[in-house]
T-cell receptor, first 117, second 115 residues
Framework: AQKVTQAQTEISVVEKEDVTLDCVYE???????LFWYKQPPSGELVFLIR??????QNEISGRYSWNFQKSTSSFNFTITASQVVDSAVYFC??????????????FGTGTRLQVFP | KAGVTQTPRYLIKTRGQQVTLSCSPI?????VSWYQQTPGQGLQFLFE???????NKGNFPGRFSGRQFSNSRSEMNVSTLELGDSALYLC??????????????FGPGTRLTVL
């Protein structure tokens, strides 16, 4: 069965610190997508990144970077020089097999990040 | 382009009542998915509709149902409400080709409180 584990329930940092959010997934499929979403207090899930299982290149977008390692089934997310506006709950998610032709995502339990000024 | 809209944003009901939540997807999108988010269970998939047909279903009791209209708008219904149904209900829309082909966008959610 597919599963996403975010072992860090809550992380607190001081502004300008770097922080890494961990995500470990389980799947028997060879083709899948991994996602990260941000959920601010307003509740809406904001899409951050989608990564294909065949693309293990790390990605950087401004202060955000993602490290995908198939060997350890991990897809970790790092925020560099954190800011108060980064405070939110962050979710890692895994897609169903491609053959299912579905939008369904399997979410981890989320990591609450609090950035203090 | 307008985003995914959900109405109402907040709802208070009592046990035993029923409730209907609405989701309007992004214009042109044909797929709507629903998720329930609770502190204890996290984000759980309820069901997915594509072109007025239920394409996928999560592991929820029959009290939870949904439908999709020809304009792609979707509604979900919960009958005989229980305290444990208190949650944030999120709706997501996409073009319908599956996550391998396109991105899905989430709405702001409807926060249901059952007293």
């Amino acid at each position: 069965a597919q599963k996403v584990t975010q072992a860090q329930t809550e992380i607190s940092v001081v502004e300008k610190e770097d922080v890494t959010l961990d995500c470990v997934y389980e799947t028997r499929d060879t083709t899948y997508y991994l996602f990260w979403y941000k959920q601010p207090p307003s509740g809406e899930l904001v899409f951050l990144i989608r990564r294909n299982s065949f693309d293990e290149q790390n990605e950087i977008s401004g202060r955000y970077s993602w490290n995908f390692q198939k060997s350890t089934s991990s897809f970790n997310f790092t925020i560099t020089a954190s800011q108060v506006v980064d405070s939110a709950v962050y979710f890692c998610a895994l897609s169903e097999p491609r053959s299912y032709n579905t939008d369904k995502l399997i979410f981890g339990t989320g990591t609450r990040l609090q950035v203090f000024p | 382009k307008a985003g995914v809209t959900q109405t109402p944003r907040y709802l208070i009901k009592t046990r035993g009542q029923q409730v209907t939540l609405s989701c309007s997807p992004i214009s042109g999108h044909r797929s709507v998915s629903w998720y329930q988010q609770t502190p204890g269970q996290g984000l759980q998939f309820l069901f997915e509709y594509f072109s007025e047909t239920q394409r996928n279903k999560g592991n929820f009791p029959g009290r939870f149902s949904g439908r999709q209209f020809s304009n792609s708008r979707s509604e979900m219904n919960v009958s005989t409400l229980e305290l444990g149904d208190s949650a944030l209900y999120l709706c997501a829309s996409s073009s319908g080709q599956g996550v391998f082909e396109n991105e899905q966008f989430f709405g702001p959610g409807t926060r249901l409180t059952v007293l």
